[in-house]
Nanobody, 127 residues
């Protein structure tokens, strides 16, 4: 079992920055993948960034490349998502998730491949 708790959301103006944190408890290494997803009202949940738990290799979505950065904190059970140059379209609930990956163990931004989810933290960007 893995438990995840997000924190760090809030309201900022366009161009601002936020750092979201995900505290992971339980057997983190049993999950090959850690990911951040977001869901805006009336829209699907989509991946933002992912991290391989054993190698710390990371990947970003196209919308996040150059602006969003996922990384491990000083403690192995912390995963951060740094959000820079935020835009109103980034307004959403942001979720941390953990999972085994696809059938070959690859981490993808596919929500159904993540078995454990946090409760989410709201990010609101005003123009």
């Amino acid at each position: 079992q893995v438990q995840l708790v997000e924190s760090g959301g809030g309201s900022v103006q366009t161009g601002g920055s936020l750092t979201l944190s995900c505290t992971v408890s339980g057997d983190i290494l049993s999950s090959n993948c850690l990911g951040w997803f977001r869901q805006a009202p009336g829209k699907e949940r989509v991946g933002v960034a992912i991290l391989y738990t054993h190698s710390n290799i990371t990947y970003n979505s196209a919308s996040g490349t150059g602006r969003f950065y996922i990384g491990r904190g000083n403690a192995t059970n912390l995963v951060h998502l740094r959000l820079n140059n935020l835009k109103p379209d980034d307004t959403a609930m942001y979720y941390c998730a953990a999972g085994p990956g696809d059938s070959r163990g690859y981490c993808r931004m596919v929500a159904s491949e993540y078995h454990y989810w946090g409760q989410g933290t709201q990010v609101t960007i005003s123009s």
